[in-house]
């Protein structure tokens, strides 16, 4: 764990998130290319840009999983990111939804919530560790709040992709993180689905930082936030869907197919 | 009154783990009182030297329950379980050769046999200690811990998984094979450790000595499947199943997945370790064949027939193909191992418990197949005897939903009746060879 005072109160954070010159590399092919972004306390962000433009590595950069090349990512101003793994990152307050849905298959929805649920995550505390009724109630609201109360006891194996992808929304918001990386989260729902999944991200980030990759346009439309483009590893185009949409460059690589 | 106790809530959702304890403690109890108390011609009396056998199988039901632990719930399938099982068992060996003092050969109090052979003039640093019961305890556990604290922290904190942990697990306990069979190694090298005297005293070839030990290995098993149990329904044993299948999802929540792997690693060595401390004594002999990677191969098939993540079918696996080992290895050696690499393929491909009557119903079929060839005066022929083992393997594998539902109550029957038809027709056939 770190020992910086990342939550000193005295200390007004700037950006929440910081990527600056950041590449990466896999086998010679920038996947990444000199990328800077900045993401401010409580702001949502949507990412957009064709397949292959590096945003998947973007988010394992950030979380960890990743180690970049050159550049640097800082959370809160003062936490190099690069010099932590995926348990530390994730457990300062960065949390993760994968582009495919990856949930506990063997356990049931509420085991998989449970799981999630911010804090105990030593050895010992899982070991003797006995859920109280705020927390059962929290895992219930969040299952309620996902729409899958009636399945709460089966199998996370036997949903259907887009039921995944909303456990896995579901454990990313029990988890409690500052901050949201979620990585395509409409695929696998039908249009209504998709429609409260914005509204619902939209809702979280009141309270917390949030960045979405998403292809569905209309999703995007709804979030109603800055939009970044993503192209060959860099930002081709910053600014308001609208705005970014008008951009030629971006019809040209993107939009425009 | 019963629903309050933790035993009662460790067992809870786990029926068949239920059956299976009670039965080790039935086999507990009554094996000894009918070894004891009934006379040695009564048909239900057990003999010592069956006593034995059964301890040994529980040794290796505690080896298998130690392996699902780490494969069945973590997904970290070790081929190397057999070393950790080693190590115990020679810490366990170290101590009876200490106690046989100047009853060896030799006659020399301060050195065991092997050394005096080998013109040593006093005992290796390592082998201090060991003359005290309560430190050989302590290193059967330490020993294999701390060996897998080391391995599992160098091999999970470089993130080597899946196929190439297992391959590297089959390396270590290869080394430690090579190792122990040096004479310099100061452990007896090719011969290991042997004639045991006594333990704590007592006889070990004593009926009483026999008794207790069988008696601990079934209370050492029970002890592990409670513990086993305690662990995979906390929800420690959840963040382990997350680990088993989805490793990185598990990081993403915060778990540090090395720490988590590493605990079951270390605990499911002490465990290996443990019963191998039980296995020395009943067997008498621990040499450098117990690193070999096959036995380490041979456990996992133990546990794959059983059925992987359940725990009772570790205990269940184990005992089951070696009983009908202990009946191949008498009757047809040199099939064995096509035998144990049938029971895999068809273990592998219909993962049920038809499987299991399968591999005991092979066995009743060959003696079947053994005793008409007797009767009728021919030789009997190992590849039509293995012929006839995995056609009823696969048989009842294959068809075991049918079976399920016609006959089961008639099949459980059949491994008694192929019982007394084994010693039947072991008895003819040594009677006809002598
Ligand atoms: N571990 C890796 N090894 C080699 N190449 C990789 C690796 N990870 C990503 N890449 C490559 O990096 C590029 C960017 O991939 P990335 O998954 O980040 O794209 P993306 O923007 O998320 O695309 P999509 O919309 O398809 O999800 C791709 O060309 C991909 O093949
Ligand atoms: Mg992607």
Redesign the interface.
């Given at each position: 764990m770190s020992h910086t005072p990342i939550n000193s109160p005295s200390r007004k954070i700037t950006s929440i998130l910081q990527l600056s010159g950041v590449t990466k590399s896999f086998d010679g092919f920038k996947a990444i290319n000199n990328l800077s972004i900045d993401i401010k306390p409580g702001e949502l962000r949507a990412i957009i840009g064709p397949n292959g433009a590096g945003k998947s590595t973007m988010m394992d950069i950030i979380t960890g999983k990743t180690k970049p090349d050159t550049g640097e990512v800082t959370f809160k101003d003062v936490v190099d990111l690069t010099k932590h793994d995926e348990a530390d990152i994730a457990n300062m307050g960065i949390g993760r939804k994968f582009q495919k849905p990856t949930v506990i298959e063997t356990l049931t929805i509420w085991q998989n919530l449970e799981l999630a649920l911010a804090g105990h995550r030593s050895i010992l505390q899982t070991l003797f560790w006995r859920l109280n009724n705020d927390q059962a109630k929290r895992i219930d609201d969040v299952i309620a709040l996902i729409g899958l109360a009636e399945k709460r006891d089966d199998l996370a194996a036997n949903l259907s992709h887009g039921q995944k992808q909303w456990l896995e929304i579901g454990m990313l918001f029990i988890q409690e993180p500052e901050v949201l990386l979620v990585d395509e989260p409409a695929g696998g729902m039908t249009d209504t689905e998709t429609m409260v999944t914005a509204r619902l991200l939209k809702e979280i980030s009141q309270r917390h930082s949030v960045i979405v990759v998403e292809h569905d346009m209309d999703f995007v439309r709804e979030l109603d936030c800055k939009v970044t483009v993503l192209h060959e590893g860099s930002v081709l185009a910053e600014g308001s869907l609208d705005t970014v949409s008008s951009n030629p460059r971006v019809v040209e690589v993107y939009l425009g197919r | 009154m019963m629903k309050n106790t933790v035993i009662y809530k460790l067992l809870q959702n786990d029926k068949a783990g239920r059956i299976v304890l009670s039965a080790l403690f039935a086999l507990m109890v009554l094996v000894p009182l009918s070894n004891m108390l009934l006379p040695p011609d009564s048909f239900l009396h057990v003999p010592t030297y069956t006593v034995t056998l059964l301890g040994k199988y529980l040794c290796y039901a505690l080896l298998a329950l130690a392996l699902d632990l780490v494969w069945g719930y973590c997904g970290i399938l070790s081929l190397g379980h057999g070393a950790f099982f080693g190590l115990g068992g020679y810490a366990m060996g170290m101590y009876l050769m200490r106690q046989i003092g100047d009853r060896g050969q030799y006659g020399n109090a301060d050195l065991p046999d092997f050394m005096v052979f080998l013109n040593w003039q006093e005992l290796p640093w390592y082998w201090s200690g060991f003359e005290s019961f309560t430190f050989a305890l302590v290193m059967v556990m330490l020993v294999p811990g701390i060996l897998a604290f080391l391995f599992g922290w160098l091999a999970f904190r470089s993130r080597v998984t899946g196929v190439y942990f297992s391959i590297i697990t089959q390396a270590l306990t290869y080394a430690l094979m090579q190792a122990f069979f040096l004479n310099d190694f100061g452990f007896g090298g090719n011969n290991g450790l042997t004639d045991f005297k006594d333990i704590l005293g007592f006889d070990i070839q004593a009926n009483g000595t026999r008794i207790v030990l069988f008696m601990l290995s079934a209370f050492m098993v029970i002890v592990a499947y409670l513990l086993c149990r305690f662990?995979i329904q906390?929800?420690?044993g959840?963040?382990l199943?997350?680990i088993?299948?989805?490793e990185?999802?598990s990081?993403?929540?915060?778990?540090?997945?090395e720490?988590?792997k590493l605990?079951v690693f270390v605990l499911s060595a002490v465990l290996a370790g443990i019963a191998g401390a039980l296995f020395v004594p009943q067997v008498g002999i621990i040499n450098p064949s117990e690193f070999n990677p096959v036995n380490s191969i041979e456990i996992v098939i133990w546990v794959a027939l059983g059925g992987r993540g359940t725990l009772y079918g570790a205990i269940i696996g184990a005992v089951v193909v070696n009983y009908v080992k202990s009946f191949y290895t008498g009757a047809m050696p040199e099939m064995w191992l096509f035998m144990l690499g049938g029971i895999f393929v068809v273990a592998t491909v219909y993962a049920n418990a038809g499987v299991i009557i399968g591999v005991i119903l092979s066995a009743v079929v060959s003696s079947i197949y053994a005793g008409i060839s007797t009767l009728i005066g021919s030789e009997i022929n190992p590849f039509v005897m293995l012929f006839f083992a995995l056609g009823t393997l696969y048989i009842c594998a294959k068809y075991f939903d049918f079976f399920w539902q016609k006959s089961l109550p008639f099949l459980t029957t059949l491994p008694l009746i192929g019982n007394v038809l084994k010693e039947k027709v072991v008895t003819s056939h040594s009677e006809v060879k002598s």
């Amino acid at each position: 764990m770190s020992h910086t005072p990342i939550n000193s109160p005295s200390r007004k954070i700037t950006s929440i998130l910081q990527l600056s010159g950041v590449t990466k590399s896999f086998d010679g092919f920038k996947a990444i290319n000199n990328l800077s972004i900045d993401i401010k306390p409580g702001e949502l962000r949507a990412i957009i840009g064709p397949n292959g433009a590096g945003k998947s590595t973007m988010m394992d950069i950030i979380t960890g999983k990743t180690k970049p090349d050159t550049g640097e990512v800082t959370f809160k101003d003062v936490v190099d990111l690069t010099k932590h793994d995926e348990a530390d990152i994730a457990n300062m307050g960065i949390g993760r939804k994968f582009q495919k849905p990856t949930v506990i298959e063997t356990l049931t929805i509420w085991q998989n919530l449970e799981l999630a649920l911010a804090g105990h995550r030593s050895i010992l505390q899982t070991l003797f560790w006995r859920l109280n009724n705020d927390q059962a109630k929290r895992i219930d609201d969040v299952i309620a709040l996902i729409g899958l109360a009636e399945k709460r006891d089966d199998l996370a194996a036997n949903l259907s992709h887009g039921q995944k992808q909303w456990l896995e929304i579901g454990m990313l918001f029990i988890q409690e993180p500052e901050v949201l990386l979620v990585d395509e989260p409409a695929g696998g729902m039908t249009d209504t689905e998709t429609m409260v999944t914005a509204r619902l991200l939209k809702e979280i980030s009141q309270r917390h930082s949030v960045i979405v990759v998403e292809h569905d346009m209309d999703f995007v439309r709804e979030l109603d936030c800055k939009v970044t483009v993503l192209h060959e590893g860099s930002v081709l185009a910053e600014g308001s869907l609208d705005t970014v949409s008008s951009n030629p460059r971006v019809v040209e690589v993107y939009l425009g197919r | 009154m019963m629903k309050n106790t933790v035993i009662y809530k460790l067992l809870q959702n786990d029926k068949a783990g239920r059956i299976v304890l009670s039965a080790l403690f039935a086999l507990m109890v009554l094996v000894p009182l009918s070894n004891m108390l009934l006379p040695p011609d009564s048909f239900l009396h057990v003999p010592t030297y069956t006593v034995t056998l059964l301890g040994k199988y529980l040794c290796y039901a505690l080896l298998a329950l130690a392996l699902d632990l780490v494969w069945g719930y973590c997904g970290i399938l070790s081929l190397g379980h057999g070393a950790f099982f080693g190590l115990g068992g020679y810490a366990m060996g170290m101590y009876l050769m200490r106690q046989i003092g100047d009853r060896g050969q030799y006659g020399n109090a301060d050195l065991p046999d092997f050394m005096v052979f080998l013109n040593w003039q006093e005992l290796p640093w390592y082998w201090s200690g060991f003359e005290s019961f309560t430190f050989a305890l302590v290193m059967v556990m330490l020993v294999p811990g701390i060996l897998a604290f080391l391995f599992g922290w160098l091999a999970f904190r470089s993130r080597v998984t899946g196929v190439y942990f297992s391959i590297i697990t089959q390396a270590l306990t290869y080394a430690l094979m090579q190792a122990f069979f040096l004479n310099d190694f100061g452990f007896g090298g090719n011969n290991g450790l042997t004639d045991f005297k006594d333990i704590l005293g007592f006889d070990i070839q004593a009926n009483g000595t026999r008794i207790v030990l069988f008696m601990l290995s079934a209370f050492m098993v029970i002890v592990a499947y409670l513990l086993c149990r305690f662990i995979i329904q906390s929800k420690l044993g959840r963040v382990l199943m997350s680990i088993r299948d989805a490793e990185s999802r598990s990081r993403f929540l915060g778990y540090r997945v090395e720490h988590y792997k590493l605990f079951v690693f270390v605990l499911s060595a002490v465990l290996a370790g443990i019963a191998g401390a039980l296995f020395v004594p009943q067997v008498g002999i621990i040499n450098p064949s117990e690193f070999n990677p096959v036995n380490s191969i041979e456990i996992v098939i133990w546990v794959a027939l059983g059925g992987r993540g359940t725990l009772y079918g570790a205990i269940i696996g184990a005992v089951v193909v070696n009983y009908v080992k202990s009946f191949y290895t008498g009757a047809m050696p040199e099939m064995w191992l096509f035998m144990l690499g049938g029971i895999f393929v068809v273990a592998t491909v219909y993962a049920n418990a038809g499987v299991i009557i399968g591999v005991i119903l092979s066995a009743v079929v060959s003696s079947i197949y053994a005793g008409i060839s007797t009767l009728i005066g021919s030789e009997i022929n190992p590849f039509v005897m293995l012929f006839f083992a995995l056609g009823t393997l696969y048989i009842c594998a294959k068809y075991f939903d049918f079976f399920w539902q016609k006959s089961l109550p008639f099949l459980t029957t059949l491994p008694l009746i192929g019982n007394v038809l084994k010693e039947k027709v072991v008895t003819s056939h040594s009677e006809v060879k002598s």
